[in-house]
């Protein structure tokens, strides 16, 4: 059983769990087995964020994307299944990641499922991809971060690539995302390999 699960955070940058989700289900949808999971914990904050940030909450983003497509848990439900090990998942990501919830995971303190979906990949070693968020970066948010990537997560800051050409806000995310697909070991509807430089191609 394949099961994916997004943890979105009150980072800024809401735009990259949002398209992430959508993508995810994209590729899913048409490239896994029947009835591959798709999770998704968002906390308080993040919510919060993606209202400023979009002018729409969560539920109306939800819904976009079909309704029952997506599993949604409760951030302060630590009763989830989410919170055991035995739960098995493909890939976890956080997107974006918060200072907050990086200091927690880096810590191992846990006062949400979100911390706990984390500690959870890190101790059964399951895939765990973080996209921290936030400028200038303070030594403790590094000191945080190296430990993260030392106990096995990968570390993706939301910093994305222009060399594509991107024309758009969506398409410089997407362009980001497809990197992240590929670090979670999902299908990659967003895929778009580097061929070299259009000279070399005769785009220009
Ligand atoms: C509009 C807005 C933008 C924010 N942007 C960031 C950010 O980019 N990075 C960050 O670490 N915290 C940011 N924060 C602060 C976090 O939301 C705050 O630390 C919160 O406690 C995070 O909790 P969580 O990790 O449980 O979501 C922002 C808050 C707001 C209201």
């Known amino acids: 059983m394949e099961r994916y699960l ?3 955070t009150g980072a800024s940058g809401s735009i990259y769990g949002l398209r992430l989700l959508r993508a995810l289900a994209e590729g899913l949808d048409r490239a896994s087995p029947p009835g591959t999971e798709l999770h998704l914990v968002a906390s308080t904050w993040a919510s919060r964020v993606i209202a400023e940030e ?4 969560l539920g109306s983003w939800l819904a976009d994307l079909g309704p029952g497509r997506i599993r949604v848990h409760a951030p302060e439900d630590l009763s989830s299944p989410l919170a055991s090990g035995s739960f098995r998942l493909s890939g ?6 918060s200072m907050a919830t990086i200091g927690a995971l880096a810590s ?3 006062t949400n499922l979100i911390h706990r979906a984390g500690a959870v990949a890190l101790k059964e070693a399951w895939p765990l991809v973080l996209v921290p968020r936030e400028s200038p970066l ?6 945080n971060l190296t430990s993260l990537a030392e106990a096995g997560a990968a570390v993706m800051p939301a910093s994305p690539g222009f060399y594509h050409r991107p ?3 969506d398409a410089l995310v997407d362009g980001f995302l497809a990197r992240v697909l590929d670090r979670l070991g999902a299908p990659n509807p967003l895929a778009r390999p580097w061929l070299g430089p259009r000279s ?3 785009e220009d």
């Open 138 to 143: 303070s030594l403790i948010d590094l000191r």
């Open 200 to 202: 070399t191609q005769g």
């Open 108 to 110: 191992g303190t846990v």
């Open 92 to 97: 976890t990501v956080v997107i974006p990641a």
């Open 6 to 8: 997004v943890c979105m």
């Open 54 to 57: 979009t002018g729409r909450d």
């Open 167 to 169: 024309g758009d806000i």
